[in-house]
């Protein structure tokens, strides 16, 4: 499932819901390195660029490869984000 298209201005990628290792839900471009921690964060367009060695996008979460899973809608409605208008 996707949110939208990535609103950064060099990509075409989708804005799709992950569950981080610490279970947090944040948002993540699907194609470039843009993830934004919550949806505020994603309306005000304030993203991050997490980079090695510690891939962090707020303190205690992280995007570190391998440690990270696509979201589920169960996943997206335990996180609150049910009500928005999610495209399979």
Same mark, same amino acid.
């Given at each position: 499932? /996707?949110? !939208?298209?990535? $609103?950064?201005?060099? *990509?075409?990628?989708?804005?799709?819901?992950?569950?981080?290792?610490?279970?947090?839900?944040?948002?993540? @471009? *699907?194609? @470039?390195?843009? #993830?934004? $921690?919550?949806?505020? *964060?994603?309306?005000?367009?304030?993203?991050?660029?997490? !980079?090695?060695? !510690?891939?962090?996008? &707020?303190?205690? #979460?992280?995007?570190?490869?391998? &440690?990270?899973? /696509?979201?589920?809608?169960? *996943? #997206?409605?335990?996180?609150?984000?049910?009500?928005?208008?999610?495209?399979?």
């Amino acid at each position: 499932m /996707w949110l !939208d298209e990535c $609103p950064s201005f060099w *990509d075409e990628g989708r804005v799709r819901p992950l569950v981080t290792e610490s279970g947090k839900v944040v948002l993540m @471009c *699907d194609s @470039c390195s843009a #993830v934004w $921690p919550t949806l505020a *964060d994603f309306k005000e367009m304030e993203h991050v660029e997490p !980079d090695e060695p !510690d891939w962090a996008v &707020t303190a205690g #979460v992280h995007v570190r490869p391998g &440690t990270f899973r /696509w979201a589920s809608e169960r *996943d #997206v409605e335990v996180a609150g984000m049910s009500g928005l208008k999610w495209r399979p």
